[in-house]
């Protein structure tokens, strides 16, 4: 853990804790900690993964690592600052930084939109006189996925399984992110459909120098593509594994 | 299945709307034309065969007179066939930006038909029917919009502000529901002046129904955006640093659409019942001008209108239309359960 | 118990907002009591200065609340210009026919909601449950006050009285007679009434038993070869009780809402009418007796609904 510029933290968690509150007002409120007092560090061009049972509090921490939720207590940090979430407006612009792909590509489209819209959206959602942005470049967008132009004008919830995650993941890089978040992309894939995506996002980490965090259940797969490990259980790190040739040469 | 029977539904409303919208021009009189004579005359019903059995391509009715052996019952004339035309050429009345110098239907004579009848004293009462509709059916769905309108922005409000602004409207909404709205409507109109035109009266009646309608579906709005902001693509617009409006637009609000035209079917019904209900009272619209509910009212009083069946139509005329709202809420509801 | 307090306090402290509310808005709309009398030729304008000085009318806002609570205090309630007397003498009368009405109604609603509801629900999907649903859902789309004309109409076919609690000669009626005018006054009322709110109570009735069905213990019960009357009564209504003990005190209000359609259109000399004729007259002391009264009611019933709750569950007490 030297703090060379190569691997200085993207993201960073110090101490960060949330509970949920569950069940009706008869059952009483059965709260339910699902981070307890979570510390991490994401570095700069690493891919890291995130190792846990469900119920261990990944997906909770993907949403608060993607500043999409407020930790109860502890800081979020972002290339070594803490995150203000009282400032609206900076936080629209981080949240651009660090995209977050949902387990069912599905879900995360809406239903009215066909494929074009679902593109736009990003640049849509950001109207910010101050910075303005490139045009989007379809052609190389979809090149960069793999994904047939043909699907523009359908419906994107009529894409096959394959298709939606690489739309999905291709609106993830409209905003031209520093940092992708994986949670559970792979899962629920069949094999082949899985190593062809996996490789595909490995391609674009190398390609883009993006830093990535992999959610997953799946340790083998976690060993597979990642350059360090982190085993998450009951809101917690318990262990941390480097892959072995992860030290040497990691990083691009 | 659900959409086409609500779409059929929906049709058929509009229809009602239109025809008693144009009641100027479908009414064969003036809701307030009073015949002296014919004090609870019965039903002049289009005829196509005369007294002597002749068979007339025209339809024609036969103008009413006191029976002279009994002076309470009314007879035929049936010396005079008055057949009945279409564009009957009349004095020249407004209807909204238009004047209009015909109606739809007639008779040429001043005799006059009376489809259903007349009341007590002498006005025609198919056409106090239309106008009455009118009032009562288009107050109800005036106030029922205002009512999902009210509920919509309350709901967003909920969800947008949270806290104590939540905690706060939701409250409201319990008191709301829990208080008998009859009760409540009755307390709030008994501040207001009694007699008033009825132009004031109707668009008072409209704020006061649909104010107090707003509560149920402000509750479902709220549980619709609750839901809908922690869907995964909600979630993945904020991600793109998307703003509150850009989410609550292009992602939440088109998500309530269902609920709300749901809600709205349901409340309109309640709605016109709220107005027939005041007008029955005697605290909506005031005589001349005609309401269902003080069409209805007319049955209560001891005037022997109960032992006139014609003067059950108003009622009836409130029936079907309240069933027509019911069974387009129904389509609806089956609609979105599917 | 303390929690009991707590309730009773906070039911008595919106009471007190309430009528302040209520004067508030009284001193807003325009005229008073005699803002009629001026029509009447008899009336000089110096007669009605002198009324209006009389019933203290002219006093600022704070007095006369001042004067109207103190009067509360004493028991009378108010004082009622039209009808020169103490509102309670108007006020109890008419209170007890409108909880007459509708406790009568409720009773028979919930008896036959029960019956059906549960009958149903035990068979689903049999002719009873069938024809059920669908008289229910006729009955819901036949408004309150359509109903109380078929309950008027049925009353001129038939020997039924109708208006009024009482015959004109209760007073020389025995007692035996007595009873039977009573009854025979409320029969049509109380069956329109609980005609209005069946439809609700026979689709919560029937789905609260369908739930309590569908509980896992349930299903255990009868694996275990309990069945019929057993069943229903050791294990489904205990479980389906607890929803419908709420809805008990929901359905209050709208009974009420209910009750002063039918207490208008037919002449039941409830708080209905009461109120809707002090409202006209803008005698504002009996209109104010009304809309408390009625809100106390209402949260008598509420109340009740907690109790019950508390007593077949005593986990939700605290």
């Given at each position: 853990m030297s703090g060379g510029p190569a691997d200085r933290a993207v993201l960073s968690a110090a101490n960060i804790s949330m509970r949920y509150r569950r069940g009706g007002k008869l059952s009483g409120s059965e709260q339910i900690q699902a981070l307890d007092g979570m510390s991490l560090e994401v570095r700069s061009g690493e891919i890291l993964a995130l190792v846990g049972p469900s119920g261990s509090g990944k997906s909770t921490l993907a949403r608060c690592l993607a500043f999409l939720e407020r930790p109860d207590s502890g800081e979020v940090g972002f290339q070594g600052e803490a995150v203000p979430w009282e400032d609206v407006l900076a936080m629209r612009g981080l949240r651009r930084r660090v995209q977050l792909v949902f387990q069912d590509p599905a879900r995360a489209v809406s239903p009215r939109f066909t494929t074009e819209q679902v593109l736009r959206e990003p640049q849509q959602a950001w109207q910010q006189r101050a910075s303005p942005q490139r045009a989007l470049d379809w052609a190389q967008l979809l090149a960069e996925v793999e994904l047939d132009p043909k699907v523009l004008p359908m419906r994107a919830r009529s894409l096959s399984g394959g298709q939606l995650q690489r739309l999905v993941l291709a609106r993830a890089l409209v905003t031209e992110p520093d940092a992708l978040l994986l949670d559970?992309?792979?899962?629920?894939?069949?094999l082949s459909l899985q190593a062809k995506l996996a490789n595909l996002v490995l391609g674009l980490v190398e390609s883009r120098g993006l830093t990535c965090v992999l959610i997953t259940h799946n340790s083998a797969l976690a060993e597979q593509l990642a350059d360090r490990s982190l085993v998450l259980s009951q809101g917690r790190v318990v262990d941390e594994r480097s892959a072995p040739d992860a030290s040497t040469g990691g990083t691009s | 299945m659900g959409t086409k029977v609500a779409r059929k539904w929906l049709w058929w409303i509009l229809a009602i709307h239109l025809v008693v919208l144009a009641a100027e021009l479908v009414?064969?009189?003036?809701?307030?034309?009073?015949?002296?004579?014919?004090?609870f005359a019965p039903p002049t019903p289009p005829r196509w065969i005369d007294a002597e059995g002749r068979f007339h391509w025209r339809p024609f009715v036969y103008a009413l007179q006191r029976d002279p052996r009994n002076p309470r019952e009314f007879i035929d004339t049936t010396n005079e066939r008055h057949p009945i035309r279409f564009w009957v050429p009349s004095e020249p009345r407004q209807m909204g930006p238009m004047v209009l110098k015909y109606r739809l239907f007639g008779t040429s004579s001043p005799t006059g038909i009376h489809l259903l009848g007349t009341d007590r004293y002498g006005r025609d009462m198919f056409s106090r029917i239309l106008y009455g509709a009118r009032l009562s059916l288009f107050a109800g769905a005036l106030a029922g919009t205002l009512a999902v309108v009210l509920g919509l922005i309350a709901g967003t409000l909920c969800v947008t502000w949270g806290g104590w602004v939540d905690a706060f409207l939701m409250r409201m909404v319990e008191l709301t529901i829990s208080l008998p709205w009859l009760y409540l409507l009755i307390g709030v109109r008994a501040f207001l002046p009694l007699s008033m035109d009825p132009v004031p009266v109707f668009v008072l009646t409209i704020a006061l129904v649909g104010t107090l309608g707003w509560a149920v579906p402000a509750r479902l709005v709220r549980g619709v955006l609750k839901t809908a902001r922690e869907q995964d693509y909600v979630q993945a617009a904020r991600g793109f640093g998307a703003s509150e409006a850009h989410l609550l637009f292009k992602h939440l609000l088109p998500q309530t659409r269902d609920t709300l035209l749901t809600q709205w079917a349901l409340l309109v019904p309640k709605c016109v019942m709220a107005e027939v209900t005041l007008s029955f009272f005697g605290l909506g619209v005031q005589e001349p001008f005609p309401s269902l509910g003080s069409l209805i009212s007319v049955l209560t009083?001891?005037?022997?209108?109960?032992?006139?069946?014609?003067?059950f139509w108003p009622a009836v005329a409130l029936g079907l239309a309240i069933l027509s709202y019911h069974l387009l809420a129904e389509a609806l509801q089956q609609h979105r359960d599917v | 118990m303390s929690r009991l307090v707590g309730r009773l306090a906070q039911g008595a402290l919106l009471l007190v907002v309430l009528s302040m509310l209520v004067f508030v808005f009284a001193e807003l709309a325009?005229?008073?009591?005699f803002t009629g009398a001026v029509l009447d030729p008899r009336m000089s304008e110096e007669l009605i200065e002198t009324l209006r000085l009389q019933y203290g009318l002219e006093q600022p806002l704070h007095i006369r609340y001042l004067r109207w609570a103190s009067s509360v205090a004493r028991g009378e309630g108010g004082f009622s210009i039209a009808y020169r007397r103490p509102v309670v003498d108007l006020f109890l009368p008419r209170a007890a026919h409108t909880l007459m009405l509708a406790g009568a109604s409720m009773l028979l609603a919930w008896i036959i909601a029960l019956v059906l509801g549960i009958a149903g629900a035990y068979r689903a999907g049999g002719w009873l449950d069938r024809s059920t649903l669908i008289a229910v859902a006729a009955l819901l789309a036949i408004p309150e006050l359509l109903l109380a004309l078929l309950g008027i109409l049925v009353a001129v076919n038939t020997r039924l009285p109708l208006g009024g609690?009482?015959?004109?000669?209760y007073a020389s009626l025995s007692l035996g007679a007595r009873l039977i005018d009573r009854i025979e006054h409320l029969v049509i009322p109380v069956t329109v009434l609980a005609l209005t709110s069946l439809p609700v109570l026979v689709r919560h009735v029937r789905t609260s038993v369908l739930e309590a069905l569908d509980a896992p213990f349930v299903r255990a019960a009868r694996g275990h070869g309990i069945s019929g009357r057993r069943l229903m009564l050791a294990y489904v209504l205990p479980a389906a009780a607890n929803p419908l003990i709420t809805l008990f005190g929901i359905s209050f209000g709208g009974l009420l809402s209910g009750s002063l359609v039918i207490e208008g259109a037919m002449g039941w000399p409830g708080l209905g009418p009461l109120v809707l004729e002090s409202m006209t007259n803008q005698d504002l002391h009996v209109l104010l007796a009304g809309i408390l009264g009625v809100c106390a009611f209402l949260w008598v019933g509420n109340l009740i609904a907690d109790g019950l709750l508390v007593l077949i569950d005593p986990r939700s007490g605290d």
């Open positions: 559970e992309t792979f899962s629920g894939l069949d | 009414a064969p009189h003036d809701f307030a034309r009073q015949v002296r004579t014919l004090s009083e001891a005037h022997g209108a109960m032992t006139r069946v014609w003067m | 325009p005229g008073d009591f609690a009482t015959s004109l000669d």
